[in-house]
Nanobody, 118 residues
Framework: QVQLVESGGALVQTGDSLRLSCTAS????????MGWYRHIPGKQRELVAA???????HYADSVKGRFAISRDNVKNTVNLQMNSLKPEDTATYYC????????????WGQGTQVTVSS
């Protein structure tokens, strides 16, 4: 099974930028969609951004205009560029993949922590 590994989480200040990367151990063409979720303890997991094989992109309203998702099909990576970070963006960010034969994000990375100080 393809494994996902996130990187790039850090402690930053309000207004800073950060780039998260998700590297797959195999081809990301085996997934119809790649997404970034975030989880804040005590709250529901939120889909922050997603990008399909066809290039369709979805963003949560809370990050529109600030975050940008992209994929590199050669390097098998999915990146999340996060700009104008706010304290409410503090969370553990997870990379997730939806297999071609599924309607759910069934493959998950281990998560990377993003902390935005005020």
């Amino acid at each position: 099974q393809v494994q996902l590994v996130e990187s790039g989480g850090a402690l930053v200040q309000t207004g800073d930028s950060l780039r998260l990367s998700c590297t797959a151990s195999g081809s990301i063409f085996s997934f119809k969609s790649m997404g970034w979720y975030r989880h804040i303890p005590g709250k529901q997991r939120e889909l922050v951004a997603a990008i399909t094989n066809g290039g369709d992109i979805h963003y949560a309203d809370s990050v529109k205009g600030r975050f940008a998702i992209s994929r590199d099909n050669v390097k098998n990576t999915v990146n999340l560029q996060m700009n104008s970070l706010k304290p409410e963006d503090t969370a553990t960010y997870y990379c997730a993949a939806m297999p071609l034969d599924s309607i759910r994000y069934d493959v998950w990375g281990q998560g990377t922590q993003v902390t935005v100080s005020s």
